[in-house]
């Protein structure tokens, strides 16, 4: 079996170097803290995984160097567990509120910035606790950071995407006339795992006129000689995900399919040949339209 080197995870140095560039954003901004809510952030961050729910899950990052990390207390256990840097984790019970524990653990009237990625009621949440006046958009500030990736970085979301093309690759190989679109989409979820990934994020198979929809039909077709076949899948490594879509066709292809195949391959080129750096990016859309 195919073996795929995995990269290194993020490790501790690369978060505190995140952290510190925080903390220098924060205090050019006039930020006392930042709270982090249960989003790709917490992890980016932090280390910590964590799906977003009714119970406030999260982080403090203070612009003076600590970390605290808020959780409901029968949650303790296991966010010690799951923090990659170190720091204070303080507990709420069901009958406290999150909101007023934080509040709590900042300066009096000082102005904090809020993750852009948390729920409605996450910030009103803050809002009773802290006024509104007092709360910043700390989406840009995070935004600037992870938007440019480190070499490892990139290395993760390379090998996330090459365990992708490779299960594409295993899936065009396995189709067979007469299976459905669920039997494919569990052998990718198979073969993602087999090769390291995190299973399917997302799996989208369509097989025929399916094909011709944005995200597939609702029933579960059978693939049959000549059907045109779209698979649109992904998975992550370590948090950095691959998102490819192959689309061919199974047996052999009418005139009609061969014909629309051309002029979307010379259509493609003419983007790939128009995206160049400091060009809109209208121009690409523009040069495949035209």
């Known amino acids: 079996m195919m073996v795929i080197q995995a990269p290194a995870p993020i490790g501790l140095a690369e978060r505190r170097k995140r952290l510190a560039a925080l903390r ?25 995984v964590w799906s ?3 119970r406030f899950t999260g982080a403090i990052v203070h612009a ?13 256990s296991k966010v010690g567990g799951s923090i990659a840097v170190p720091g204070e984790i303080i507990i709420w019970e069901e009958d ?8 709590s653990h900042l300066p009096a009237g000082a102005k904090i910035g809020l993750d852009d990625q948390v729920a409605l009621f996450v910030y009103l949440g803050f809002v009773r606790e802290l006024s509104a006046e007092r709360i910043a958009d700390a989406g840009p500030l995070i935004n600037a950071l992870r938007r440019c990736k480190s070499p490892a970085e990139i290395a993760l979301m390379s090998h996330a995407k090459r365990i992708t093309l490779e299960v594409q690759r295993r899936a065009w190989r396995n189709l067979a006339a007469g299976m459905r679109a669920s039997d494919v989409a569990r ?25 011709a929809l944005p995200h597939g039909g609702e029933g579960d077709r059978e693939l049959a000689n000549g059907d045109v076949v779209l698979i649109d899948t992904g998975c992550h490594v370590d948090g950095y995900n691959s998102d490819i879509t192959r689309t061919y066709v199974f047996g052999e292809a009418s ?36």
């Open 187 to 211: 052998y990718i979820d198979q073969q993602h795992r087999a090769l390291g990934g995190s299973g399917n994020t997302f799996c989208i198979v369509s097989f025929g006129s399916d094909t």
């Open 96 to 103: 406290e509120s999150p909101y007023r524990l934080i509040a």
């Open 24 to 48: 220098a954003s924060m205090q050019n901004a006039g930020m006392t803290a930042v709270i982090l809510g249960a989003t790709k952030s917490l992890q980016y961050f932090t280390g910590l």
């Open 64 to 76: 003076g160097g600590t970390i605290d990390y808020v959780c409901p207390g029968f949650e303790r």
């Open 52 to 54: 977003p729910s009714e």
């Open 255 to 290: 005139t009609r399919v061969r014909e629309i195949w051309r002029l979307e391959k010379e259509a493609q080129a003419a983007a790939f040949e128009a995206a160049k750096l400091g060009a809109p990016c209208e121009s690409v859309d523009a040069a495949a339209r035209a």
